[in-house]
């Protein structure tokens, strides 16, 4: 069965950077895109970007850009978000998901989240 | 970016009653060369990530229950419950992918 397993919360201060991780298994890893989206506390859903795990191609939100890279693994069917110069509006659950084949825009499957917490 | 918004932002609905949800997008999401909307619905429980229920504005996901469903195109859309359960108590977002993907602000359903 398809599965993203991310990475452990975060706890992280201003200024600094975080690294999640998602691990796909059960589907061949360079079939479908990968899309990171975020969640603050008691918010709604952001997109922030896709990867496509068979070249690399990525494509941020503009909001993000300068402030994230999307990176892949094909030897483990890890892809990797990294966001740099945290700021305490960056705390939020992230999430991983599968782009699905009805136009690859439509998320089938996701992570099970991974909090980034900033606070000094 | 296209901006999509949904109405109710909440909504009480009696169980086995009838609950819809509607979403509005400042620009079509028809991709008009295949006739297709580019437009899903995602419930979020709790603690959970979203789940996908409908794509294509229309078309149920695998394993979604038939008492969902989802209507609409261009710019108008909705997602119906037509007998609310218990356990369809969640946050629905509607959501294109026409262009740079975006979300609807979320409805918070309830029971009444």
């Known amino acids: 069965q398809v599965q993203l397993v991310q990475s452990g919360a975060e706890v992280k201060k201003p200024g600094a950077s975080v690294k999640v991780s998602c691990k796909a298994s059960g589907y061949t890893f360079t079939s479908n895109y990968i899309h990171w989206v975020r969640q603050a506390p008691g918010q709604g859903l952001e997109w922030m970007g896709i990867?496509?795990?068979?070249?690399?191609?990525?494509s941020y939100a503009q909001r993000f850009q300068g402030r994230v890279t999307m990176t892949r693994d094909t030897s483990t069917s890890t892809v990797y978000l990294e966001l740099s110069s945290l700021r305490s509006e960056d705390t939020a659950v992230y999430y991983c998901a599968r782009g699905g084949a009805r136009g690859g825009g439509d998320f089938d499957y996701w992570g099970q989240g991974t909090l980034v917490t900033v606070s000094s | 970016d296209i901006v999509m918004t949904q109405s109710p932002d909440s909504l009480a609905v009696s169980l086995g009653e009838r609950a819809t949800i509607n979403c509005k997008s400042s620009?079509?999401?028809?991709?008009?060369?295949?006739?297709?909307?580019?437009l899903t619905w995602y419930q979020q429980k709790p603690g959970q990530p979203p789940k996908l229920l409908i794509y294509w504005a229309s078309t149920r996901e695998s394993g979604v229950p038939d008492r969902f469903s989802g209507s609409g195109s261009g710019t108008d859309f909705s997602l119906t419950i037509s007998s609310l359960q218990a356990e369809d108590v969640a946050v629905y977002y509607c959501?294109?992918?026409?262009?740079?993907?975006?979300f609807g602000q979320g409805t918070k359903l309830e029971i009444k």
């Open positions: 620009q079509t999401v028809l991709y008009s060369s295949n006739n297709t909307n580019y």
């Open positions: 990867i496509n795990p068979s070249g690399g191609s990525r």
């Open positions: 959501q294109q992918y026409y262009s740079t993907p975006t």
